[in-house]
């Protein structure tokens, strides 16, 4: 129950600062600044890493989650346990955001910049790049130590920066899933869910071609 709780606070904050960060950032005229908002994103993600890294794996993702288990690394069977408690995180966090700011018409939620079908290939290439710096410096299923926190939390911010204004950068099904219920922003919803999920698997594919067989194993 600790992991899931763990899972659930970890993603709460997440959402809640990060797309704070863009609501307060409309509600200001710009005060937070599109790099600001990057850079909320990459901090707390690295925050929550190195707070709940050692207790949950700090997956904060449901793509992360779904990732780990095909790669080996990750029980499947508490697959749904984690993806709840991290939907159930995201969804108080919008919750929030909506209380505070009711005027918000997005709640911070993802929305593609082009056409949909560009912004989900856009969207499967940031959540690849996501997963492949998270496999291989997690250990097992988690994702803890000095190198993880700032790997991870970097390319989050790194990708923000250059891709928030095309796709939103969501690499997280239940960071957009959580701000488009509560919005009713939900037309596009499908793709920020599908997308990070194949992106991150094509990622555990990648290692199995590059690495040694055992480069997916629970002990890598």
Known sequence: MKRY?????????????????????????GVVTHPGVAVTFGLIVMAMIYAFGDISGAHINPAVTIAFAYAKKFPWKDVPKYVVA???????????????????ETLGATLPGIDVFRVFVFEIILSFFLMLVIINVSTGSKEIGVIAGIAIGGVVLLEALFAGPITGASMNPARSIAPALLSWQLQDLWLYILAPIVGMLLAVMSCRLVKDEQCCDEEC
């Not at 709780?5 to 005229?29: H, Q, W």
């Not at 991290?86 to 918000?104: C, H, N, R, T, Y």
């Open 5 to 29: 709780i763990s899972e659930a606070i970890g993603t709460f904050a997440l959402v809640f600062c990060g797309t704070g960060a863009i609501v307060i950032n409309e509600f200001t005229n």
């Open 86 to 104: 991290q939907i159930f995180g995201a969804v108080i966090a919008s919750g929030l955001i909506l209380f505070l700011f009711p005027d918000s």
